[in-house]
């Protein structure tokens, strides 16, 4: 992407040129490049093919604490110059706002480390429709009972992004983000069950092999066949990692500096306060190699180091951009655009030990709806997952609710794992909630 980032570098350069013409006192600009193939495969026949090219420019220009936003998807001479001028006519139109403005010059990333993102993948449209096509076959010829697909996908996208403002600073990186999916159906005399596996990375050599995830998702599928409904109850609830990142998730949104300054979380103002117990740790890692949440800086271009989250259970600070900071009184933690690497730790145990513990309980494999109140923390979602017993799994169980409230959830927690999952921006392993309300029959 050579070529390109010369191209991209220039057109940022441009844009902050017609600003400061135009007579704007600060400007900022973003310039991306994406390209990927995409490819889903359904009981053996190609569904779609598709083929990726997008660029983009995003245009804010400040006059004063007065702000202008503008974007393009046309990076020509002309398209830069009319992108600038329509920001600067919104900025005249716009209220003056006191924490409007770029990061601290101070801030900016004075140096780009190379974080090994970028492992491009010279995959043709035929050698993603075969591997598309043994994932699939992998799950299918399992087991007879698994006689349908969701299908099977096989994507490869590239990115180079670069990014500039008034202060003197242009910073660019490319990256790489692989992937391959499937989704399966089972049926017996008790109904039909789904279920789903993938794989991801920056390298695609460092994917699982297309058969391994067909045959993990087609193992799902017919472990969930027979489920059945329990009584309601209150017991301990199991969050393996691929859903204990989500459960992550919620706690990353009520922390974020807008959800603070607007007064809308169940954490407002918890700053220094035990929010997870004593041994549960988050640690920000901007910087791990081939990592699928590195950034060597942030979307306003602030430096980007490693920082603690959560200590021994105390919340330390919040996840914060410029303008949320200024908000809020603080200084901007290198979060403009979300965190990088958030790792939790907390013990050595891994999901299999976890269960090995629990008397009576509940596994999750699957959580359904939106429900979650991040102003209450009131938390209630559809689940389905497997019935636990003297340490052993007994039957899958489905058409059931969990339901509780966040903060004491977190307070709650027994166990956080080391079986990190790494396939995305939040790295998280098995989570115990010592006891939720299970809604059954």
Known sequence: ????????????????????????????AGANLDTGLSVNVRLGEVETIEYQRDRGLGVT????????????????EAAIVETVDKACSIASFTAADDCAGLADAELMADAVPELDLYHPWELTPDAAIEQAQRCEAAALDLDQRLNNSEGSSVATHANLHVYGN??????????????VSCAVLGQDENGMQRDYWYTSARDFAELRPAEEVGRVAGERALARLGSRQVDTCRVPVVFPPELARGLVGHFVSAI?????YRRASFLLEAAGKRIFPAFMSMTEYPHLQRAMGSAPFDGEGVATADRVLVDEGVLTGYVLSSYSARKL???????????????????DEDLRSVIAGIDKGL??????????????GDYSRGAAGFWIENGEIQFPVHEITIAGNLLDMFQNIEVAGADLDCRGGIRCGSILVGEMTLAGQ
Request: hydrophobic share 35%; charged share 15%.
């Open 61 to 76: 220009v400040y006059f004063g604490n007065c702000k202008g936003s503008a974007s393009s998807a046309d990076l020509s």
């Open 256 to 260: 974020r500096g807008a959800s603070q």
């Open 166 to 179: 008034s202060h003197g600073f242009l910073g660019a990186y490319p990256s790489t983000s692989h992937s």
């Open 1 to 28: 992407m050579l070529a390109s980032d010369e191209r991209l570098r220039t057109v940022v350069a441009r844009v902050l040129d017609r600003a400061a013409a135009k007579g704007a006192s600060a400007a900022e």
């Open 329 to 347: 009184g603080l200084q901007t933690t290198g979060n403009a655009g979300g965190v990088h690497n958030l790792t939790v730790t907390g013990g």
């Open 363 to 376: 596994l999750l494999r699957e959580l359904i709806g939106q429900g979650v109140n991040g102003v209450t």
